[in-house]
């Protein structure tokens, strides 16, 4: 059985630092309300059935250091406003429908 993302993170959820729902048959769209846990620094969704695009909100993210989004059905462009998340270190796109060129941006995160 497949189910979405719920599309508001519980208020609750502010200090979450990992959020870990791969392999788990998700579909539906990424919430861009993902983009409110300030706090995360592993944000794994890779091997779903997500569709859409990845939200710019994830820019927010600015404690990130592990995005894994690949193995979706997601379409569009990897986000400019990711190149925000400084901490960034690790990130999966493989798998998917994107298109465009990495943004120039994301060598100012080495």
């Known amino acids: 059985m497949t189910s979405p993302i719920p599309p508001q993170p519980g208020k609750n959820l502010h200090n979450l630092e990992i959020l870990s729902l791969f392999e788990n048959d ?3 769209t990424i919430p861009p309300s993902l983009g ?14 997500l569709s859409g695009t ?6 927010l993210l600015k404690k990130l250091k592990v995005l894994r989004v690949g193995d979706n059905r997601l379409t569009g ?4 406003e990711i190149s925000k998340c400084t901490e960034l270190r690790t990130m999966g ?7 465009g060129c990495i943004p120039r941006t994301f060598g100012q995160l080495l």
């Open 26 to 28: 998700l579909n539906d």
């Open 36 to 49: 409110n846990l300030s706090n995360l620094s592993e944000l794994l969704l890779y091997s779903n059935g």
């Open 77 to 80: 462009h990897i986000p400019e």
């Open 93 to 99: 796109f493989a798998s998917c429908s994107l298109n």
């Open 54 to 59: 990845i939200p710019p909100e994830f820019g």
